[in-house]
């Protein structure tokens, strides 16, 4: 029998309010609760800070500049003058004595004061500086660390923001599908629909109720991961602000990378202490002098007095050391050239990285203006979808379909969203620009 049109209105009409106004059915769980305790947020800027001032790794880099700076003051020691004092005391079996007189008591002390002081100490001049250039290598170091760091906490709280918009897009679609169950449900239980567009229907809301609890693990891990970069004890959640900085200009951006980005200074740091180690072989041949200065104090005997000083002179001329110097030379050498290929290296993956950096933000925008416009398209599509099938024009088949091609259209638009922050973070890396 054949219903018309005009009578099967009103019917879904009916069945429509009905399934608004109704509850879920009971083997319909409810949507997940979320928890009472949310992680605390921290914000863009805030994330970079605390990661500087309390990740392991940023305060191991702060500590090998004091390190640096304590192999600068030992190697400053060994060309500046030096005092020591000495003490003996010693105890004979017996007075020694010559011909009726004591020679040496039984009993003798001494004390003296000695006083060094490097007239002419080559090497020794030559580590000092050494030791000074490998101090501004640690400060370097430890500003390019932090550079490393500040773009694993970048990336860390992207993909937190990422995960964020993957769940309220699954989410939406849980609670879409959700609606259309109970419509589809409701009309098989008054007689209307079957119960393939039943079973189809509930299927599609198990799978979004799957993919709901997916995303909220990949955000529990993502949230982990910057929470182990800030150095915290329990996950933290971010703010939907990202600070990133304009897309600077094309022009002399490769030149000003060179100038300031943080691991072509390293290298360049690096570069020059091997360059002035092989300039420095010089000290290995070059003879020191010494100046010995010793005031003493001690018991007098028939030989010796009880008080007096002594000075002195001492000239030290390297002729030959087994190869030694030789091996040294050859050494810095090697360390010179190798650093000088690292730089070069470097130099030319920037050129490549800016211009590859530029492309990928224009082409990064236009997927995303694109994911955009398709997002809104399949959204009409699946109201009108939704619309058609409660009218009784379509199966349910299409709504499916339609809602299927929605959820991923919208996961598509958050996908290019993180796609165009990590191009704009890869740019202002490659020039410099950030942190």
Do not use: C
Request: avoid cysteine; hydrophobic fraction near 45%.
């Amino acid at each position: 029998m054949i219903i018309p049109a005009r009578a099967v209105l009103p019917v879904i009409a009916f069945i429509t309010t009905l399934a608004a106004s109704r509850t879920a059915p009971a083997e319909t769980p409810a949507p997940p609760s979320s928890s009472s305790r949310r992680p605390p947020k921290v914000g863009w800027q805030q994330a970079l800070a605390r990661a500087t001032a309390r990740n392991p790794s940023a305060i191991v880099a702060a500590q090998e500049i004091e390190r640096a700076s304590g192999l600068v003051r030992e190697a400053r020691a060994s060309w500046l003058p030096a005092l020591t004092g000495n003490g003996t005391y010693t105890r004979l079996d017996s007075p020694r004595t010559t011909g009726g007189v004591v020679a040496t008591p039984a009993n003798v002390w001494n004390a003296n004061l000695a006083l060094t002081v490097p007239l002419v100490a080559p090497l020794a001049w030559t580590n000092d500086a050494h030791a000074r250039d490998n101090r501004e290598v640690a400060k370097v170091s430890a500003g390019d660390v932090r550079r490393q760091l500040a773009t694993a906490v970048a990336r860390a709280y992207l993909t937190v923001l990422l995960q964020h918009k993957q769940l309220d897009v699954v989410v939406r679609a849980r609670q879409t599908a959700l609606a259309h169950y109970d419509y589809a449900h409701t009309r098989e239980r008054v007689g209307l629909g079957n119960g393939i567009d039943d079973a189809r229907a509930e299927q599609e809301l198990r799978t979004d109720e799957a993919q709901v609890k997916n995303a909220e693990t990949s955000l529990v891990r993502a949230q982990s991961a910057l929470a182990i970069l800030l150095s915290e004890e329990d996950l933290v959640d971010v703010e939907d602000d990202v600070g990133l900085a304009a897309v600077p200009d094309s022009g002399g951006a490769i030149d000003d990378a060179r100038a300031r980005r943080r691991d072509v200074q390293l290298l360049t740091a690096r570069q020059t202490a091997a360059a002035h180690l092989r300039r420095d072989e010089w000290a290995y041949y070059a003879p020191s002098l010494l100046a010995q200065v010793q005031a003493f104090r001690e018991t007098p005997t028939l030989v010796a007095p009880g008080s007096g000083w002594q000075a002195q002179l001492v000239l030290s001329i390297p002729f030959f050391d087994g190869g030694y110097r030789y091996g040294v030379g050859q050494e810095r050498r090697a360390v010179e050239a190798e650093a000088q290929a690292q730089l070069d290296g470097l130099l030319r993956q920037v050129s490549v990285e800016i211009r590859s950096a530029f492309a990928v933000v224009h082409n990064a925008d236009d997927s995303l203006a694109s994911a955009r416009a398709a997002a809104a398209a399949a959204a009409t599509a699946a109201t009108l979808a939704d619309k058609s099938y409660r009218a009784g024009a379509s199966t349910n088949i299409e709504v499916i379909d339609a809602e299927r091609v929605a959820r991923d259209a919208a996961s598509q638009v958050a996908i290019a969203e993180d796609a165009a922050r990590q191009a704009r973070l890869d740019l202002l890396l490659a020039t410099g620009a950030f942190p």
